[in-house]
Nanobody, 126 residues
Framework: QVQLVESGGGLVQAGGSLRLSCAASGRAFGAYVTGWFRQAPGKEREFVTAIRWSTGGTYAADSVKGRFTISTDNAKNTVYLQMNSLKPEDTAVYYC???????????????????WGQGTQVTVSS
């Protein structure tokens, strides 16, 4: 059983930064990949970025490349999302997700992940 808990959301001015955390409980190696998604009101949940636990390799949506960075602290079973140069369009509920199954292509779809956190609100003002 894997539990994911996000924290670190809040209100920030455009151009500012936030650091989100995703704390995982359960088996330390219970996932192949952990990622971040976001969902704005009236919109579908969309992929943001993810990291492969075995290699540390990362991949991200074009909309956040150069601004958002995903990283891990294995000792704490925690995944971070450092968000810089925030824009109002980044406003959304951010979710941590994990996939426990092997994959051929890096998973980017909601249905490709097995575990989800409760979400944390990020609001960026202009």
């Amino acid at each position: 059983q894997v539990q994911l808990v996000e924290s670190g959301g809040g209100l920030v001015q455009a151009g500012g930064s936030l650091r989100l955390s995703c704390a995982a409980s359960g088996r330390a190696f219970g996932a192949y990949v952990t990622g971040w998604f976001r969902q704005a009101p009236g919109k579908e949940r969309e992929f943001v970025t993810a990291i492969r636990w075995s290699t540390g390799g990362t991949y991200a949506a074009d909309s956040v490349k150069g601004r958002f960075t995903i990283s891990t602290d294995n000792a704490k079973n925690t995944v971070y999302l450092q968000m810089n140069s925030l824009k109002p369009e980044d406003t959304a509920v951010y979710y941590c997700a994990a996939r426990s199954r092997a994959f051929s292509n890096y998973p980017r779809g909601v249905s490709e992940y097995d575990y989800w956190g409760q979400g944390t609100q990020v609001t960026v003002s202009s």
